[in-house]
């Protein structure tokens, strides 16, 4: 699986920002997609996501919910997460990642091995 994310960028607090993935893989339809994000100094923690592509629930950090929307568009293999009322504490580079882990471990990083490069999201205040 190969994934390619972008759409990061300076912003504002209080802006939105929507951040794309575009993923490749032979079969798919078991993987759980998500997004992780990594601050400076701080663990990859988990953002949104942990739904499958044929479908489920996705999930999301407290920090985010109500903010950021965690999509998927199936024709175009791609994952999105939507971000609004940004904060300078959403400073980070942002991560998507695929893997088979079962539903119980959907918010930790080792459930997905595989990851994108990185697109860094840096809000001013």
């Known amino acids: 699986v190969q994934l390619q994310a972008y759409g990061g960028g300076l912003v504002q607090a209080g802006d939105s920002l929507r951040l794309s993935c575009a993923a490749s893989a032979r079969d798919g339809n078991n993987y759980r997609m998500a997004w992780f994000r990594q601050a400076p100094g701080e663990e990859r923690e988990f953002v949104a996501g942990?739904?499958?592509?044929?479908?489920?629930?996705?999930y999301y950090a407290d920090s985010v919910k109500g903010r950021f929307t965690f999509s998927r568009e199936i024709a175009k293999k791609e994952v999105y997460l939507q971000m609004n009322s940004l904060k300078p504490e959403d400073t980070a580079v942002y991560y998507c990642?695929?893997?088979?882990?079962?539903?119980?471990?959907?918010?930790?990083?080792?459930?997905?091995?595989?990851w994108g490069q990185g697109t860094l999201v840096t809000v001013s205040s």
């Open positions: 990642a695929a893997g088979t882990g079962i539903q119980s471990t959907v918010r930790l990083h080792s459930a997905y091995a595989y």
């Open positions: 942990g739904m499958r592509w044929s479908g489920g629930t996705a």
